[in-house]
């Protein structure tokens, strides 16, 4: 089951970004009164009304404008429109319309997309409520008047955004395959490692960075078991302005790893490790997806001894801090060096996204590892904790009931998330805690 994308799009300057921000429930865009401040597109997690949907904010759309910023910021918003399912389209109330509107408005109209119309700024209706007709100017059907700044309208808004949710996007038929998205910077050989994989070219490989602007599914059947590999294109680090297509891939990237199973993720052995690879990790790392750091092109290392590959781990394990539970695997798509063994750890990985551990032993293994480790206290109350227990999978999510939410340190839980992958590994994957207070139960002390 794949989320519905929601893209946020106008001109610049009409509050997008607080529109997102409010959507989103929380400051994630960077908000301030200069046009063209969003230059990166920036997504997020969104529910409303039990439809969960990924939100993705843009920068102003300049339908004219030659500024090669200006420009990208256009090309973004367009890739935006290409991917998502329902458009946002936001106008200020206050400005009125202007010709960019009405510009935006058949941009938006060739897409054929869903369009909600956003009349932004009407901080009050009695002021600015008549404003509002104005915009059925556009021909895009009611606009809908708000206030981001004051969360006004807000409901009604997203009741008509969620009224054009795909069903077949909502309610999609699971298939009997592992899914594997590649991700990472461009260049770092996601399609050729398809290539090779599937024995015959399938994706287009080339040197040129941005090649894969698309998301391409591949099925691969191997030993009798299906695998698709979702291949995306690459990203690269913010700022980097020569490629327009590469810079705004992000987007299709986040769709793909929430389609996705377990995310391959490629970085360059001739390159090393970079900011930007960690970055891109942690788009799986956040979704809660298996992971398998894959070290591409490890044929091209030159001078290599038996050390090397000792000291490019110790590296990763660095770089990847945040993530300890990442498999490490070193390959090369031009040779075929353990490509194989993808498979291997990919079936690994799923069995540990899908382990079911008793409640019983976890309790046991809680039990043990309070008696090795005290909990932490606070002002002379403790931290008690009375039970856990397994509520679902992919990822593993563990619920643990407490006195007090408050004195689980986060520490404490990463210790006892340690006592768990001590019992039973769970390679490759991320578990997921839950904390939850209750009082006492009969026999139980509560200091």
């Known amino acids: 089951m794949r989320k519905v994308i929601v893209a946020v799009v106008g001109r610049p300057n009409v509050g997008k970004s607080t529109l997102f921000n409010c959507i989103a429930g929380k400051q994630i865009s960077i908000v301030e009164d200069t046009p063209g401040v969003t230059r990166d597109r920036i997504y997020a997690d969104a529910e409303w009304l039990n439809y969960k949907f990924t939100l993705v904010d843009t920068g102003g759309i300049e339908p004219d404008s030659q500024d090669i910023i200006l420009k990208q910021m256009r090309n973004q918003a367009q890739l935006a429109i290409d991917t998502a399912d329902v458009i946002i389209f936001v106008t200020d109330v206050r400005t009125g319309l202007v010709d960019a509107d009405y510009e935006v408005a058949d941009m938006l109209r060739r897409s054929h997309k ?67 998205a590649l991700i990472g910077k461009p260049n770092v050989g996601k399609s050729s490692v398809v290539n090779k994989l599937l024995g015959q070219n399938r994706v287009i490989v080339s040197d040129i960075a941005g090649t894969t602007r698309d998301a391409i599914d ?20 913010k700022g980097k302005v020569e490629d327009d297509i590469e810079r705004y891939s992000v987007i299709r990237t986040v769709a793909a790893v929430d389609r996705a199973d377990i995310c391959l993720v490629l970085i360059d052995a001739t390159q ?20 398998i750091i894959a070290v591409n092109k490890w044929d091209a290392v030159p001078d290599k001894t038996d050390q090397t590959m000792k000291e490019f781990q110790e590296k990763l394990k660095t770089s990847f801090s945040y993530m300890p539970y990442a498999t490490f695997l070193f390959i090369s798509a031009e040779t075929g060096q353990r490509l194989q063994k993808i498979f291997e750890l990919v079936d690994r990985i799923h069995e540990n996204q899908t382990l079911r551990v008793r409640t019983g032993v976890l309790n046991d293994i809680m039990m043990k590892a ?23 999978v992919e990822p593993p999510t563990f619920v643990i009931f407490v006195n007090d939410q408050n004195l689980m340190h986060f520490s404490y839980t990463r210790y006892i998330e340690n006592q768990i992958r001590a019992s039973f590994g769970f390679e490759g994957t991320p578990l997921k805690f839950i904390i939850r207070e209750r009082k006492p139960g009969k026999g139980e002390e509560d200091d």
Do not use: W
């Not at 409520?129 to 808004?157: K, R």
């Not at 090795?372 to 931290?383: A, V, W």
């Open 218 to 237: 591949t099925e691969i059947i191997h030993d009798g078991k299906s695998y698709t590999f979702i291949d995306t294109a690459g990203l690269r680090r």
């Open 114 to 180: 869903p369009v909600v119309l956003c009349v932004n700024k009407v901080d009050s209706f009695k002021k600015f409520g008549n404003d509002v007709y104005e915009f059925y100017n556009l021909g895009l059907g009611d606009p809908f008047g708000v206030s981001s700044a004051n969360q006004l309208g807000i409901g009604d808004l997203l009741d008509e955004v969620v009224k054009h949710f795909p069903l077949e996007a909502v309610e999609e038929e699971e298939k009997d395959t592992i899914r594997i």
């Open 272 to 291: 090393g490790v970079t900011e930007g690879d960690a970055r891109i990790a942690g788009i799986a790392h956040e979704s809660g997806k298996g992971v």
């Open 370 to 392: 309070v008696a090795m480790k005290q909990p932490p206290s606070d002002k002379g109350k403790r931290l008690k904790l009375f039970y856990m227990t397994e509520t679902s």
